[in-house]
């Protein structure tokens, strides 16, 4: 059995989380390669590949590979960790596909909605045979900034983060196989629950696209505190109980925002509001400088789409949650209904919630067909 600390990486992606997580990692004294798609943003890590950390963690990582060729990167690499933008995943998935080994760990960081399960799909659709565990982490473990190119700023780490595969009998073991670089994660039931509690899909969208004259202005203002205001709060009082109706339906043990305020910052309210102004860690938080941001790119397809579009496939109403992303396209001239994480991308169309679990534990779906017998989907 592989010890936790033998255990090689590759992470994917060097921007703020990618340096941050490569940095610790090598730092740790872990073998790490790192990989870029974009070669000139890691021309000086591949002349000289050491990351400088400060912050929460003072030190330097040096790095055994550092690559824009993703085939070399991930070869005998034992986990590879995701750090992309959730919006990645798919071409990443594809790109991976033919050079991935029996064995390996996929771990997404995090995986938004419905991460781990289109990866899972994407591998299994461009014909990846491999035996391959695909992961995704509820949030991302750090607080972090680049702040040049080989160095790093973690401001802190969180205590603990929910972890689960597809299929959820490796999930123990993959959390073990983490624990020596990363004992903060712990198990979830199943990606389900990591996915249905990822609460950027709340805080995100909404309050950035109803402040949307405010941010196009330039105007600073705090994002939470002055941000959400009591009727924004109402709105996202309506996202969550969505959110959590989906939840219930599936059987995930969903955890309310405002009771996820009150574990993750101590900070208490009868509503979303009151817990939000009552919440220190969020004073001094900006706005994004314009509405080009992740807060609605990447959040709205790979979060609010998703949540969506698995209600609706379960017969299940989501009112507030449509007009978001409506409100989204409207905005930005996309159509994230069909750029983002459809039941059709993640495998899930045509199945009931019991089909949908049986998917996440087992990693197939036994249907009948018309003639009675048993088909694996």
Same mark, same amino acid.
């Given at each position: 059995?592989?010890?936790?600390?033998?255990?090689?990486?590759?992470?994917?992606?060097?921007?703020?989380?990618?340096?941050?997580?490569?940095?610790?990692?090598?730092?740790?004294?872990?073998? =790490?390669?790192?990989?870029n798609r974009t070669e000139s943003?890691?021309?000086?890590?591949?002349?000289?590949? $050491?990351?400088?950390?400060?912050?929460?963690?003072?030190?330097?990582?040096?790095?055994?590979?550092?690559?824009?060729?993703?085939?070399?990167? #991930?070869?005998?690499?034992?986990?590879?960790?995701?750090?992309? @933008?959730?919006?990645?995943?798919?071409?990443?998935?594809?790109?991976?596909?033919?050079?991935?080994?029996?064995?390996?760990?996929?771990?997404?960081?995090?995986?938004?909605?419905?991460?781990?399960?289109?990866?899972?799909?994407?591998?299994? &659709?461009?014909? +990846?045979?491999?035996?391959?565990?695909?992961?995704?982490?509820?949030?991302?473990?750090?607080? +972090?900034?680049?702040?040049? @190119?080989?160095?790093?700023?973690?401001?802190?780490?969180?205590?603990?983060?929910?972890?689960?595969?597809?299929?959820?009998?490796?999930?123990?073991?993959?959390?073990?196989l983490l624990s020596g670089?990363?004992?903060?994660?712990?198990?979830?039931?199943?990606?389900?629950?990591?996915?249905?509690?990822?609460?950027?899909?709340?805080?995100?969208?909404?309050?950035?696209?109803?402040?949307?004259?405010?941010?196009?202005?330039?105007?600073?203002?705090?994002?939470? #505190?002055?941000?959400?205001?009591?009727?924004?709060?109402?709105?996202?009082?309506?996202?969550? &109980?969505? $959110?959590?109706? =989906?939840?219930?339906?599936?059987?995930?043990?969903?955890?309310?925002? $405002?009771?996820?305020?009150?574990?993750?910052?101590?900070?208490?309210?009868?509503?979303?509001?009151?817990?939000?102004?009552?919440?220190?860690?969020?004073?001094?938080?900006?706005?994004?400088?314009?509405?080009?941001?992740?807060? #609605?790119?990447?959040? =709205?397809? +790979?979060?609010?789409?998703?949540?969506?579009? #698995?209600?609706?496939?379960?017969?299940?109403?989501?009112?507030?949650?449509?007009?978001?992303?409506?409100?989204?396209?409207?905005?930005?001239?996309?159509?994230?209904?069909?750029?983002?994480?459809?039941?059709?991308?993640?495998?899930?169309?045509?199945?009931?919630?019991?089909?949908?679990?049986?998917?996440?534990?087992?990693?197939?779906?036994?249907?009948?067909?018309?003639?009675?017998?048993?088909?694996?989907?």
């Amino acid at each position: 059995m592989m010890s936790p600390m033998d255990v090689n990486f590759v992470v994917i992606g060097a921007g703020n989380g990618g340096l941050a997580m490569a940095g610790y990692l090598a730092y740790k004294g872990f073998s =790490v390669n790192l990989y870029n798609r974009t070669e000139s943003k890691i021309q000086n890590l591949i002349d000289n590949p $050491r990351i400088d950390l400060s912050g929460s963690i003072e030190g330097t990582g040096v790095l055994n590979l550092v690559t824009s060729n993703l085939r070399e990167a #991930i070869q005998g690499r034992d986990i590879i960790m995701v750090t992309t @933008p959730a919006t990645g995943h798919y071409d990443l998935a594809r790109l991976m596909a033919p050079y991935l080994e029996d064995g390996q760990i996929i771990v997404l960081n995090p995986g938004r909605t419905g991460g781990a399960l289109e990866v899972y799909e994407t591998l299994r &659709s461009f014909g +990846c045979q491999k035996e391959v565990v695909v992961a995704e982490a509820q949030t991302f473990i750090y607080a +972090c900034r680049a702040t040049g @190119p080989q160095s790093a700023k973690i401001f802190s780490v969180k205590n603990e983060v929910a972890l689960a595969t597809i299929p959820a009998i490796h999930t123990e073991e993959v959390i073990r196989l983490l624990s020596g670089a990363y004992p903060q994660f712990t198990p979830a039931d199943n990606v389900m629950e990591t996915s249905l509690n990822n609460f950027g899909a709340i805080f995100h969208p909404a309050p950035t696209l109803l402040n949307s004259g405010h941010i196009e202005r330039g105007q600073t203002f705090e994002y939470y #505190i002055e941000g959400i205001t009591p009727s924004i709060g109402q709105m996202l009082e309506k996202l969550d &109980s969505e $959110r959590m109706k =989906v939840a219930t339906l599936l059987g995930v043990k969903a955890v309310s925002a $405002r009771q996820w305020l009150e574990e993750s910052y101590g900070a208490k309210g009868d509503t979303i509001y009151e817990a939000i102004q009552n919440n220190p860690a969020y004073k001094g938080l900006t706005a994004p400088k314009g509405l080009d941001t992740r807060y #609605i790119y990447e959040d =709205v397809p +790979c979060s609010l789409v998703p949540i969506a579009s #698995i209600a609706k496939e379960l017969g299940v109403e989501t009112p507030a949650i449509d007009t978001i992303i409506r409100l989204a396209n409207i905005i930005t001239g996309k159509n994230f209904l069909d750029e983002g994480r459809t039941v059709e991308k993640l495998g899930l169309k045509g199945m009931t919630a019991s089909q949908i679990l049986e998917l996440v534990h087992t990693g197939e779906v036994v249907t009948t067909s018309s003639e009675d017998e048993e088909v694996v989907a």
